[in-house]
Structure formats: C-alpha cells, structure tokens
C-alpha cells in the first residue's frame, strides 16, 4: 500500500472511532432523558438539540482525525515495512517510524484518553441516574421497560468499549489476541448495530420467530420423518 493509501485509510479509521465514541455518549443521554425525565423529553431533546450534537460529533471527530494524519505525515519511514496487522492502525505505524515519535504519542495519550473518559463518563453517569431512578421504586414492569430501552445500547457499548480497552490499554506489543480484539470492534460491532439496534423492532421479532419455528420445524421432520405435516404445522403456529 503507498503512503497516499495508509495516510487515508487511517484519517477516516480515526474519523469514524472518534464518532462512533461521541455518538454512544449522545444516546446515552437521550436515554437518561427519556427514562428520568419522560415528560421533559420532547422539550429537552428537541430537534435542534439533536442536530447540534451530531453536527459537533461530526466536526471534532475531524477535526481529531486531521490532527493525527498531520502529526503522521512529518514522520519518515527509511524503508519498506510490513505492518503487523490487517489495517494501518496509528499505534502499529508508529512503531515503524524511524523518527521521534514523542509528540505523537503524547498527543495520542492526552486527547485519546480526553475523548475516552469524556465519553465513557457520559455514559456510566447517564446509567447511574438511570439505575438510581430505576431503583427507587423497584418495579418488575418499569425494571423491564428499561431494559428494553437501554439492552441494545448497553451491548454496543460492551462490545466497543470492551475490545478497543483491551487494545490500547492493557497491551504493549501487538499480537494474535490484539488482531482478533481489533476486528470485533472495527468490523463485528459495525456489522451488529443494525441488527442489535433492530431487536426492538415488531418485524424483526416476527421474522426471529418465523425463523427459530423453521428450524424447530425442520429437525423435528429430521429426527422423526414418520410425524405428520399437519401436527407439526400447528406446532409452528
């Protein structure tokens, strides 16, 4: 891959990590408004609100992302180099630099650990007012009703956080397990969110179901072809 490839492949990784980080603590709060101020929700998340999130969700994650693609290119590579994993991440192109790289680690450190904590606090305080209220008057029906709101998210932000944590916080070196790790954040958690995202759908639960009776369906006819049709027709329904 030539410089011109690497350098664009990692403006837009960065880009779209850095918004996927500003998005999750967005709809965290959307999801404490909602749960903890239900009759204010309308008024507080209103449209303008919402464009004006996303909008400066998308400005700082370019902003961020030019920042690093700048500090990337004063940097001089002496040779041809194969890069240990399946994308041009920062960290592993850095350690292929045979310049000093001080400056652009310690831009990544500050700001990498700015947006983090910024982000990741946004959302465990969202869920802490949110259990707090939850808790206050323990219900099996508003506990479930929660749930269902916040499932989804919840998994993403496991998913996500869990596995980019364990990347560039707990690992020195790269190796097999930081691939595997990299490819569940970048690749897996993308795939998912629609689907994940979608479990609330009236639809897409149908359609699980539909699905999941074929399958019951099938193995039934698979184990015990003697079994009639009709009798396992109305298992289905």
């Not at 919402?50 to 998308?58: G, I, M, P």
């Not at 259990?131 to 993403?156: D, E, M, Q, W, Y």
């Not at 569940?184 to 009776?213: G, H, W």
Request: net charge positive; proline share 3%; glycine share 6%.
């Amino acid at each position: 891959i030539f410089s011109v490839g690497f350098i664009s492949q990692l403006y837009f990784f960065i880009l779209f990590a850095c918004l996927d980080n500003f998005l999750l603590a967005v709809m965290a709060y959307d999801r404490y408004v909602a749960i903890c101020h239900p009759l204010h929700y309308t008024t507080i998340m209103r449209d303008g609100l919402c464009v004006l999130l996303v909008a400066a969700s998308w400005i700082l994650s370019c902003v961020i992302a030019l920042l690093h693609t700048l500090l990337l290119v004063r940097l001089s590579f002496c040779a041809d180099n194969t890069i240990i994993h399946y994308f041009c991440d920062l960290a592993a192109l850095l350690k292929l630099s045979c310049s000093e790289t001080f400056l652009n680690e310690l831009v990544i450190y500050t700001e990498g650990g700015m947006i983090f904590f910024l982000c990741f606090g946004v959302i465990l305080g969202s869920y802490i007012f949110i259990g707090t209220i939850i808790l206050s008057v323990p219900s099996n029906k508003r506990i479930l009703k929660a749930f269902s709101s916040c499932g989804s998210h919840l998994s993403v932000v496991s998913l996500y956080y869990g596995t980019g944590t364990g990347v560039y916080f707990f690992s020195s070196s790269w190796g097999f397990k930081d691939i595997i790790a990299s490819v569940m954040y970048t690749i897996v958690t993308p795939m998912l969110n629609p689907f994940i995202y979608s479990l609330r759908n009236r639809d897409i639960k149908q359609a699980l179901e539909m699905c999941v009776n074929w399958v019951k369906f099938f193995k039934m006819q698979s184990l015990n072809p003697l079994v009639p049709v009709r009798n396992t027709v109305r298992y289905i329904s």
